[in-house]
């Protein structure tokens, strides 16, 4: 590397922006530069180092092995500051900073809305840029340091992650009253997908982990509609279009009057723990360890 190379910290944000989503534009706009200026800015950085960092793509970029090593240590930079300014917010009384939080689609629907509103109300100057991923994708991008926090289910391969409880989740089947499911009050997931279902987008979490579950069997799911909500969804099933598969506090919550059959599915993958998990915990700012303590509330409630 010469010797005289130099990179601001909005040359490595927008780096990690534009690797992040493997687009030079999307990721200038998520630094809030021009395009011209961002593709100015990674050429730079190129020229500089003498190695190209980025592979362009018709349908986006990737980095290039010397791009990866640079994704690492700007992740490395950039958090070592989020932890020096933590600790120098601490000094002076407050804990200004932004907590970066993956989670699944049943803790960012059902648990944590109500789990951040408190933290967040009780830590004005602490921000939380929380996003939904499938288990699998959390545990890949907490290793990849692309994020603080994730909250996955305890069938996702954490073995080189920290993590603690975080809540008890259970998925169940729901049909309509008029089902031919008869008075059955379980079901093996392998017998739901012969039936028709109601489903979430295709960038949903858990319609991800679905898909995966049904692929494993060597079937597909028949997906007749797919919507945003996990109400909308229960009432799509009430009116008999289809079945679905939501969590068990989401069926509760939406049974209706009577109108909503609730199965227990009986595969060992529907009955799941939720865990919070890090890199390492030790290795957290500040923030993101005052919001670790705040999920990880031992009052909170499970679900059974």
């Given amino acids: ?5 130099r990179f601001d910290l909005v040359d490595l944000r927008l780096f990690l922006h534009v690797t992040d989503t493997g687009s030079i534009t999307a990721g200038s706009k998520l630094s809030h530069l021009a395009l011209a200026s961002a593709s100015a800015r990674i050429r730079g950085m190129e020229d500089a180092l003498g ?4 592979e362009r793509l018709r349908s986006g970029v990737r980095p290039t092995k010397a791009g ?18 933590g600790e120098i917010d601490d000094y002076a009384g407050g804990m200004a900073g932004k907590v970066r939080l993956l989670s699944n689609t049943a803790a960012i629907t059902d648990y944590l809305p109500e789990a951040l509103a408190a933290f967040l ?39 080189q ?18 089902s031919n499911s008869g008075r059955k009050r379980h079901l093996s997931f392998v017998d739901a997908l012969h039936q028709d279902f109601v489903g979430l987008g295709e960038d949903s979490a858990l319609q991800q982990h679905l898909d995966l579950q049904a692929g494993r069997l060597g079937l597909r799911m028949r997906t007749r509609i797919r919507l945003r909500s996990f109400e909308a969804v229960c009432r799509m099933v009430e009116a008999g279009v289809g079945v679905a598969v939501v969590p068990a506090i ?11 059959r609730v199965l227990k599915l009986d595969d060992a993958w529907a009955d799941r723990e939720l865990l919070i998990c890090a890199r390492r915990f030790s290795d957290l700012s500040a923030q993101a360890l005052k919001l670790v303590e705040a999920l990880c509330d031992p009052g909170a409630a499970l679900v059974s």
């Avoid at 990866?68 to 300014?85: P, T, Y």
């Fill in 161 to 178: 992650l920290e993590a603690r409880p975080f809540r008890r989740d259970r998925l169940v089947l729901v049909t309509s009253r008029q």
């Fill in 68 to 85: 990866l090593a640079v994704i690492h240590h700007a992740r490395l930079v950039l958090q070592q500051l989020e932890r020096m300014q």
């Fill in 51 to 54: 190695v190209p960092l980025l």
């Fill in 1 to 5: 590397m010469p010797a005289n190379t």
């Fill in 250 to 260: 989401a069926a509760e919550r939406y049974a209706g009057a009577g109108r909503l």
């Fill in 121 to 159: 109300n009780a830590h004005p100057a602490i921000d939380v840029e929380l996003q939904e991923r499938p288990s699998h994708a959390i545990v890949s991008q907490l290793l990849s340091q692309a994020a603080d926090l994730g909250i996955v289910a305890d069938s996702a391969d954490t073995s």
